[in-house]
């Protein structure tokens, strides 16, 4: 079974920046392809970014390309999202994901999910 806890979320200022960080448990980490999803009020759960199993492929929604980075530190079962240049329209509840064996493809399907960590950008 792989845990998710996610930290760094809070309020930061329209045009600011955020890091958000993922820790996983369990031994296969190498093995999960991880992803940030997002969920703003009203609105369905959304992909945000994603990073292959050995972290040499990024992947991101256009609304985030250009302004937010993926990545992964295998030997301490890490994944960080860094957010730049916030914008209004960034506001959400964040979640980290990863699906086993698989590395991501911009859909929502992963097999585990963390709790969330909210975003709020203020103008």
């Known amino acids: 079974q792989v845990q998710l806890v996610e930290s760094g979320g809070g309020l930061v200022q329209a045009g600011g920046s955020l890091r958000l960080s993922c820790a996983a448990s369990g031994p296969d980490f190498r093995n999960l392809g991880m992803g940030w999803l997002r969920q703003a009020p009203g609105k369905e759960r959304e992909f945000v970014a994603g990073?292959?199993?050995?972290?040499?492929?990024?992947y991101y929604s256009a609304s985030v390309k250009g302004r937010f980075g993926i990545s992964r530190d295998n030997a301490k079962n890490t994944v960080t999202l860094q957010m730049n240049s916030l914008k209004l329209e960034d506001t959400a509840v964040y979640y980290c994901?990863?699906?086993?064996?698989?590395?991501?493809?911009?859909?929502?399907?992963?097999?585990?999910w963390g709790q969330g960590t909210q975003v709020t950008v203020s103008s």
């Open positions: 990073i292959s199993r050995d972290g040499v492929f990024t």
């Open positions: 994901a990863a699906r086993w064996l698989r590395d991501p493809d911009g859909s929502s399907s992963y097999n585990y």
